[in-house]
């Protein structure tokens, strides 16, 4: 089992960054790819962004070129770099160990004016 803490989530205006981050528990860690995922009201959880245990990256269409994912396994913490933001981004973002399937409790990102 790994436990996952999300942080950094709030309100910013379009255009604003923010960045999120996932501590997480547990040696297995550094050996599990971890991902960031988002759910949006009414709508279905969508994977954002993933990342290797040797640090491949992977992102969503609709994030490309805005977001970027790391990892700092010293650490054991992702994160989540979100620049020019926008209000579609707008979600719960959940942090995912993708090895043991352990979900944070989520961190609310509200892009408004």
């Known amino acids: 089992q790994v436990q996952l803490v999300e942080s950094g989530g709030g309100l910013v205006q379009p255009g604003g960054s923010l960045r999120l981050t996932c501590a997480a528990s547990g040696t297995i860690f550094r050996i599990s790819a971890m991902a960031w995922y988002r759910q949006a009201p009414g709508k279905e959880r969508e994977l954002v962004a993933d990342?290797?245990?040797?640090?491949?990256?992977n992102y969503a269409d609709s994030v490309k070129g805005r977001f970027t994912i790391s990892r700092d396994n010293a650490k054991n913490t992702v994160y989540l770099q979100m620049n020019s933001l926008k209000p579609e981004d707008t979600a719960v973002y959940y942090c995912?160990?993708?090895?043991?399937?352990?979900w944070g409790q989520g961190t609310q990102v509200t892009v408004s004016s």
């Open positions: 995912n160990s993708v090895r043991t399937n352990n």
């Open positions: 990342i290797t245990s040797g640090g491949w990256p």
